[in-house]
């Protein structure tokens, strides 16, 4: 709808401009309207290749952190099964599944709304406490408990990194420069004299779809968990048939 929206209206500023400013009149100024729409245009180009990269780049931050996450959960569970000797190691594998089942049932969801859930940070706490009440026995126990607990904090950082990133939007000074811009950029290239209308139009509807479909990108991208483009729970999917693997093999 903002793609069509955005090439209806800049039709129709072109038939209203061609209508209230005759194209003879304007041909005489095509050559400093080239000036100016090259000048303007390269430096929009810029500023619009910029903000998709910082986006983008937002993005693939936002789904290496959920990935780290969901590693550093399986490495906590896989780390506690050298804790033989203590009730620990079972109760963490405990909280690890109930976790993975809140991050895909809850908070995951709430993600996609743009809210921040906090249902899972009980079981962080319990999982911190269950760690560092370990009491390790013999060597192999000190060094399962020492990769438990760098796992369990690494995971956390991550965690917190996440949450951070939900809301982590352009600011809105960003988005008016974008939208000034379409708007400047396409009106610049409406104020060509030109003989052919039919010519013109498509310029301006090519300029006006690739604009738009450029600023539509951005907008979806700048939220990494919401919208068609998202991160999605497959790391978590995945970290879920792990620990189940994990339950198996102990038993």
Known sequence: MIILGTIAASVLVLLLLRRSWKAELRREHNELIG?????LGS???????????????????????????????????????GLQGSQGGEQIRALARTYVHIMLTDEWPAMARGEVNPTSHPIIEQLWK?????????????????????????????????????NAYLPDILWLVLIVGAVVTIGSACLFGTVDLRLHLIQVTVL??????????????????????HVDTAAFERARFSIGESDTGNH
């Open 130 to 166: 269950t760690v560092t009440s370990i009491q390790a026995h013999n060597d192999t126990e000190e060094m399962s408990f020492e990769h438990t607990f760098s796992e369990l904090a690494r995971m956390t950082e991550y965690r917190r990194l996440r949450e951070l990133q939900v």
């Open 35 to 39: 000036w100016h729409i090259s000048v």
């Open 43 to 81: 430096t929009y180009a810029v500023i619009l290749g910029f903000m998709l990269y910082a986006v983008w780049s937002n993005f693939q931050v936002a789904t290496a952190n959920a990935d780290a996450e969901a590693n550093c959960l399986v490495n906590v569970v896989r780390s506690s099964q």
């Open 208 to 229: 006006a779809l690739l604009i738009s479909s450029i600023l539509v990108a951005i907008g979806d991208i700048n939220r990494p968990f919401q919208g068609a483009v």
